[in-house]
């Protein structure tokens, strides 16, 4: 493995250069392959070797020799799923997907230990996600009864083992072999067919069905992420090394005021944050450019290209409490731990995602200073939110002053938490830390043990769904999510009984609400949600009814 991971690798300046450009080559091909190589124009096969013939050529180029490493785990995969009874296949898969990837990260942090570089063990990462997600989905097609699968369950099963060319076109698609998102793979079919772009179709007066939008067009969001992507772009390349993470714990912003040290750990974090949205944005941009990403239409009949977004930066930035943040980070990965982990632990679902979550990012003991802050910092958040919410709802000011208080005091203690994530080492870690006395750490800990818990009656049936990857864990909400249905026909939206089950006005009824409860929540991620889709038109909408503990 050492010869492999040595093996012709790219230098970290090279392999940025390298990456950027494949992205904008991506986004240009990604064009061609709407446009150009449609299913109108052209048959599923050929779309299928263009992805796979381009994203291979795209992961060789980024990474050399080291590709190999993408070959091996997605191949022995495959053949466990060919070999392997549907019953136990997604055990086996994700078994050794998770190893071999385990087996990367601990020789990376190794030979890279206290520094962070762009190389292989990222897309490997994406390719695990994949993998295991598509061993979970022919596990509920191909063995388990359709009665005992949940809605959403129910909606990503695969029935038939992929072919060779499908199979390696899912894990090598040139839209996301190098930075994601993650698709799963009933997404990914639908898109490579191209029966997920949808028409909005609505009844007039008279009962006739009017087409109003026969194929969405992704062209105003791609620009607008495009552009977003070339801001951040350029913001962590400029700005970025004038606040670096590591100034921390420079000696001489450690003798400076605490009001200036926490000035600069909160600049300092906020650039840490700008190569995630750089990188995520611009995927997103690539992904909807090739029409992959549409997720129906709003209630104003506006396409929606937030299928397999992976952040909200605005909500991040401006969030006024741990839920919202984490809600809005890295939403794909903490739906790939809800689905494959969650919903199917035999025990101790919230540890085993902790766990999983752990083992997936990687080995740096900054990871573990991370998730065991976010541990307590949850509870304590919880229980002053209890205490002290409902004495600011008595006037707009008051809770204008309470937004203000949850801003400060939710991105002062994430950044705090967080910094360690980014640091990776221990000793730099240990330094900040006990610059403070560990008196944040302190505060925090005597909040969550002694403050008493206000305990509130829930419904009987809510249950607790983890929510994971990378900061803390935060939340219990409910969410409606409706049923799937195939044709949309509408003139108005009617809410019904209060409960999510909707209406159609001169169309048909929708299937009721189906209720899943949210529990603890570990950040770095959101929560998915199933729509009901009307010819690709989303007017019943999920929302999010709040639990407070």
């Known amino acids: 493995m050492g010869i492999l991971i040595s093996y012709e690798r790219l230098e970290d300046n090279q392999l940025r250069v390298s990456f950027v450009t494949c992205q904008v080559l991506a986004l240009l091909l990604s064009l061609v392959f709407r446009y150009v190589l449609s299913t109108g124009r052209v048959g599923v096969t050929a779309r299928h070797v263009f992805a796979v013939v381009v994203g291979v050529y795209m992961a060789y180029f980024c990474h050399r020799w080291q590709v190999i490493h993408f070959l091996i785990q997605s191949t022995v995969c495959y053949i466990i799923i060919l070999s392997s009874k549907p019953s136990n296949m997604h055990k086996y898969v994700f078994t050794f997907s998770m190893l071999y990837l385990t087996l990367c990260h601990i020789y990376r942090t190794y030979y890279n230990f206290g520094t962070y570089t762009l190389d292989f063990t990222g897309p490997l990462m994406i390719m695990t996600q994949k993998v295991t997600s598509l061993s979970c989905a022919l596990h509920d097609g191909l063995y388990r009864d359709d009665s005992s699968l949940s809605p959403d369950q129910r909606k990503q099963a695969v029935r038939r083992i992929p072919s060779p060319l499908e199979y390696y076109s899912y894990m090598f698609y040139f839209v996301g072999v190098l930075a994601g998102p993650l698709t799963y793979y009933s997404d990914f079919k639908a898109w490579m067919e191209g029966t997920n772009l949808k028409p909005l179709i609505r009844i007039d007066e008279q009962g006739n069905e009017i087409v109003v939008i026969k ?147 990687g080995f740096y003991p900054g990871y573990y200073f991370t998730f065991l802050g976010g541990a307590i910092l949850t509870p304590a958040f919880r229980k002053m939110r209890h205490h002290l919410r409902h004495r600011f709802q008595g006037t707009a000011r008051l809770r204008q002053l309470y937004d203000i208080i949850t801003f400060t005091s939710t991105h002062f203690f994430l950044n705090y938490h967080v910094l360690p994530f980014v640091l ?23 909040v969550a043990i002694l403050l008493p818990y206000r305990k509130q009656s829930r419904p009987s049936n809510e249950a607790a769904i983890a929510k994971t990857n990378g900061v803390t864990p935060d939340m219990i909400g409910k969410v409606a999510a409706d049923k799937e249905r195939n044709g949309m026909k509408t003139n108005n939206n009617k809410v019904e009984n209060g409960v999510g089950g909707h209406r159609i006005q001169n169309g048909t009824i929708t299937d009721r609400a189906l209720k899943f409860g949210l529990g603890e929540r570990i950040t770095n991620g959101m929560k998915g949600f199933s729509h009901a889709n009307y010819n690709g038109a989303k007017f019943a909408v999920s929302y999010v009814q709040k639990k407070e503990s």
Not at 254 to 275: C, D, E
Not at 424 to 446: C, G, N, Q
């Open 215 to 361: 194929e969405p067009s992704a062209l105003g969001v791609v620009l607008k992420k495009a552009t977003t992507a070339a801001f951040f772009g350029l913001t962590m390349l400029y700005v970025g090394p004038l606040f670096s993470a590591r100034g921390n714990v420079d000696d001489l912003i450690i003798a400076a005021p605490l009001l200036t040290r926490f000035g600069y750990l909160h600049v300092s974090i906020m650039m840490a944050r700008t190569k995630y949205y750089f990188a995520w944005t611009l995927a997103d941009a690539v992904a909807n450019a090739a029409g992959l990403g549409f997720n129906g239409y709003d209630k104003n009949g506006n396409p929606r290209w937030d299928l397999i977004s992976n952040l909200n930066i605005l909500k991040i930035e401006f969030a006024t409490s741990l839920k919202m943040l984490i809600d809005n980070w890295n939403i794909q990965t903490t739906l790939w731990l809800k689905r494959v982990c969650y919903d199917r632990a035999p025990y101790q679902p919230i540890l085993m995602v902790y766990v999983l979550s752990a083992t997936w990012h």
């Open 424 to 446: 990776l080492d221990w000793e730099p870690t240990m330094k900040f830390y006990r610059s403070l006395y560990f008196a944040i750490h302190i505060a925090v800990a005597l």
